[in-house]
């Protein structure tokens, strides 16, 4: 009887209406942005789905763009405990030779790594970011050799770097879509919003001041970062994050005519992504039923869903999502917390967009003969 009423539970989960979302394909939406630049891509951070793409894999310049993977490998060492904000940064010649976009550091000056991340984040320091990678890995050398091996590790395929400032060097390029994959792996990085994000501030104690190149983060609604590049070779070019009700995006603009048409760019891509999008959480409309464990401690053990059940969906195809629960029956002990149960497939009308694992929520171990005996008896016990 107890094995009938979980199968009649579970066929109850069958097709249950669920809040969730799908994974879409490029442009699937009504009304596609307007982008005027060589390449773009728009993803969605939580994710990784891209939403548009324009010439997504084309090489190239992505002039101080690159910086996004120097501040990602900075991130790392920082919420690992390699590097400490208030540590000092000395200053070698070649950092002070930089040309392009400085803020004018002496061979010899010291400043702390917070500031140094201050003025490669908000005004694209060439100068601050060899700094920072000499003091990390001890020549601009051995730190682009690290960028290209976290390259190489994000799936970042059409890219190679040949400095970490971004300034034009035979052979140093990328595309939309790797700036777009170590964007969102800088934006896990909660603390470089802390730099993304000022407009204006200063470093050397107030006496030099920083005014973000990124206009977006003062013009437009929930910007975040992230970073602007332009030199001769490359045009204007633009990684560009906003976040709204929970959702973040990323839109990356190459190779662009005028400062003023990425910018454009990125805002279209944006703002057609919040239009169109949104994340949201899929459950089950009633708790799982429980699972019957044969031999086992307990006779039974709970089901949870293994993850985090936040899909992306267009927002127009919401009232599609249904969810069908595949659990087995029983299973025979012991469990292991964790282990699979069945799972729960998220579907966008015919399509299945997700699947979800369902697991035990603890471990039952299994009886030993003692413990059958005793069951045994006491079975008989309550019979009589």
Known sequence: MKQLAAALLAAAFLILPARAAEQPAAGAAAGAPAVDAGAAVLMEKETGTILYEQNPHDKLEPASVTKVMALLLVLEAVDDGRLALDDMVSVSAHAASMGGSQVYLKEGEQMSVDDMLKAVAVVSGNDAAVALAEHLAGSEEAFVSLMNQRAAELGMADTCFVNCTGLPAAGHLTSAHDIAVMSRALLQHPRIRDYTTIWMDSIRGGQFQLANTNKLIRFYEGATGLKTGSTDSAGYCLSASAEREGMELIAVVLKADTSEKRFEAAKSM???????????????????PPVDVLLGEADTVQPVLAQSSRILVEKARLNEITTELRLCQDVEAPVEEGQKLGEMVVYVGDEAQQTIPIVADRAVARLTLPGIFSRFLKTLFMAG
């Open 270 to 288: 944006l703002s057609y992504g919040f239009a169109n999008y949104t994340l949201t959480d899929v459950y089950p409309s009633q708790a799982l």
